[in-house]
């Protein structure tokens, strides 16, 4: 569900099985679990987009270029989303190819897409280049256009609930891999792909498949990408990117002293120990009061709002008391306006026995947090028929 990884030295590809590793033992790695892109002989082309404007422009030496040629192609690449090279007329006809081949390698090829509510959400699954799957959803709202990315092939976080978790953790995915599903949308909407004609991505949240923070560096890395100004980055607004976590409290602090200024959500899910232990292996490890403590601290220190996501089971997590528990949770840490609660239907997984609340029941929560001057919104559950909400990407082709 969230949309959700470091640097651990297992090697994925086709003859790797795939790791799930128990998330205590693997959490005691504090920031980021799971096996890196590999490189090198690599499946994962090292790109531009993995790369400062420094390392792009040494790239483009290595392939016999000038090195300004670097940013003009991070130029067509990240504001005119022009992946032709052919349509890089600034640059001699002879060098294009070569430049495309060195600093915008193919990534990721599109396997499928899967159209929902009138054409306004896409879901993309795409194949890497050593065959992991992956899969993006493209929303288009009134007046905003959002991406749900993915920032690892898989999960390692086990949650019971969720088919991303299910399927296990493949590997992480490279920065450049993470940019790519956000370039790929933004030219889908620049191209006037979506109904209603052409567009501006606006949002980006990492939502999708994996754990966001379990795949730190490259996550920091993709997201300066994203908020840096054309033509070295994407140019979008810190404040319309979401990073979504289980709760891996170091984690959280670092990001916190980054600088980035980038919203964060947490998905708690449950506001006790008892109940969040088994909706959430990894709270084995940070418990729910330590997952809030460090959300506070991520407002204090980036003035940004905090937002809890809350999918609401049937008779597991729904109850009055478990609202009142967690307004009073938060109430404790600061009045209001440093965070904001987004219950959300569970979507139903195939086989699964959790299933989403009464609506009489998602109502009373509701109301319940209100009462206490929680700022509270339901989320909206935008691709449920596709498999493109959260806790449903599992990359089936
Ligand atoms: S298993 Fe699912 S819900 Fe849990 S962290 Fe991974 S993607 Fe999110």
Redesign the pocket.
């Known amino acids: ?4 990884r470091p640097d651990g030295d297992g090697q994925p590809g086709e003859d790797t099985p795939r790791s799930t590793p128990p998330p205590a033992q693997a959490s005691e790695l504090a920031i980021g679990f799971g096996p890196p892109p590999r490189r090198g002989r690599a499946a994962v082309p090292q790109h531009l987009a993995d790369l400062d404007p420094a390392g792009r422009r040494e790239l483009a030496a290595a392939a016999g270029e000038r090195e300004f040629r670097a940013g003009q192609v991070a130029g067509h690449y990240f504001a005119r989303l022009a992946d032709d090279p052919g349509d890089w007329t600034d640059i001699p006809a002879g060098s294009r190819q070569r430049l495309a081949d060195a600093l915008t390698p193919r990534l990721m090829t599109r396997e499928r897409s899967l159209l929902a509510d009138h054409g306004t959400t896409v879901k993309d699954v795409w194949r890497l280049t050593d065959g992991a799957l992956v899969e993006s959803v493209l929303m288009r709202y009134p007046g905003r256009d959002t991406v749900c990315v993915s920032s690892q092939a898989g ?5 019971p ?5 299910q399927a296990g953790l493949t590997r992480n995915l490279s920065a450049a891999e993470i940019v790519e599903q956000v370039v790929a949308a933004a030219r889908s909407v620049a191209r006037g792909q979506l109904p209603g004609g052409p567009g501006r991505l606006d949002n980006v949240v990492f939502m999708g ?3 966001p923070l379990a795949n730190y560096r490259a996550l920091v890395h993709a997201v300066r990408v994203l908020i840096t100004p054309a033509p070295d980055g994407l140019g979008l607004s810190r404040r319309h990117v979401t990073v979504s976590t ?1 709760g891996l409290v170091p984690a959280i602090d670092r990001l916190a002293g980054e600088g980035l200024g980038v919203r964060l959500a947490l ?1 708690l899910h449950a506001p006790d120990d008892e109940l969040r232990d088994e909706l ?1 292996p990894v709270n084995t490890r940070w418990k729910v009061d330590e997952a809030l403590d460090a959300a506070r601290r991520y407002f204090e220190a980036t003035g940004r709002r905090v937002s809890i996501e809350y999918a609401l089971i049937r008779d597991m997590n729904d109850q009055v008391r478990r609202a009142d528990l967690l307004a009073r949770k938060l109430k404790a840490r600061g009045g209001p306006g440093w965070v904001h609660v987004n219950p959300i239907p569970l979507n139903p997984t195939p086989g699964s026995k959790w299933t989403a609340s009464d609506p009489a029941v998602q109502d009373a929560f509701v109301a319940t947090l209100l009462r206490q001057g929680i700022a509270t919104t339901v989320r909206d559950t935008r691709g449920r028929e596709i498999d493109g909400a ?2 449903q ?1 599992a990359a089936q082709v």
């Open positions: 569900m969230d949309l959700t999960c390692g976080m086990n949650c609930f969720c088919a991303t978790g498949m994996g754990e289980v998905s959430i959260c806790g990407l």
